[in-house]
């Protein structure tokens, strides 16, 4: 988030709030009923918006963790379309060579 970002969230905030204070004035409050008001829904409007993104931080559902699982799964298709690419290029030979190279390699780092 940039700075001009959190410029806009707080004076959207502050417009919000004095909105909340024109309507509750509006509808017949005086004016500190409406600015207590207004602030009462401000607070469970950043409770909420708090609330949410806890949500999301404990089910891992962060914009960039999205990102992420997103960028590692394209990542690992092109990789293994590559990989099979290799694999069927080579003579038969030389698969049976790798694949018995593999199996030697994993034995050896299993013990």
């Given at each position: 988030m940039t700075r001009i970002n959190v410029i806009q969230i707080g004076l959207g905030v502050l417009l919000?709030?004095?909105?909340?204070?024109?309507?509750f004035r509006l509808i017949g409050l005086d004016g500190t009923s409406s600015g207590i008001a207004?602030?009462?829904?401000?607070?469970?409007?950043?409770?909420?918006?708090?609330g949410s993104y806890l949500l999301r931080v404990f089910?891992?559902?962060?914009?960039?963790?999205?990102?992420?699982?997103?960028?590692?799964?394209?990542?690992?298709?092109?990789?293994n379309a590559e990989l099979q690419a290799s694999f069927d290029s080579m003579t038969e030979e030389e698969q049976i060579r790798?694949?018995?190279?593999?199996e030697a390699e994993k034995k050896s780092s299993n013990t």
């Open positions: 919000l709030g004095a909105l909340g204070f024109g309507v207004a602030e009462a829904i401000l607070i469970l409007v950043v409770l909420a918006w708090t089910t891992g559902k962060m914009t960039f963790m999205e990102q992420r699982k997103r960028y590692r799964n394209a990542y690992e298709k092109i990789t790798l694949i018995e190279e593999l």
